[in-house]
């Protein structure tokens, strides 16, 4: 008998306070009876890195390759970037004069692991799961344990 595959769903939020600013990313992860939060806030960063962040953060915690996975996000850059394909055309070009390669480049790397779809949620429209990550979100990078978004600081100092 085939084993079935395993079937995640992952709400993601990013935010900044400020852009560039401080920002937070917030994830949950959902399988059957299980469910995780993640989150964490940076320093200096913006909003489309937060929102890109949760997505890949929430990727690279799933224990297990070739799970099913469909991610939530209020993020048209996000969402956009992957279901019209654009992304796949910039990796192509090297991402040339494109923001954010860094983590667009993991982001295509762990993708790579699973069957990965994007569903664009409305944000602050009474979604709970995603009014939890805005939570999250907002709370990391309003907290006092910010990390450095090295790719984001690195990139300007050029």
Known sequence: MAKTKTKIIIYTDGSSMGNPG?????????????????????RLTTNNRMELLAVIVALEKLKNDGCDVT??????YVVDSVQKQWVYSWEK?????KKNPDLWRRY??????????????KGHADVP????????????ASSNNLLIDEGYENSIKK
């Open 22 to 42: 401080r920002g937070g990313y917030g994830a949950v992860l959902m399988s059957g009876i299980y469910r995780k939060e993640l989150s964490q806030g940076f």
């Open 71 to 76: 991610v939530y996000s209020d993020s048209k």
């Open 93 to 97: 070009k090297g991402f040339k004069d």
């Open 108 to 121: 295509l790397k762990i993708a790579s692991h699973h069957n990965v779809s994007f569903v664009w949620v």
């Open 129 to 140: 799961e995603n009014e939890r990550c805005d939570k999250l979100a907002t709370t990391s």
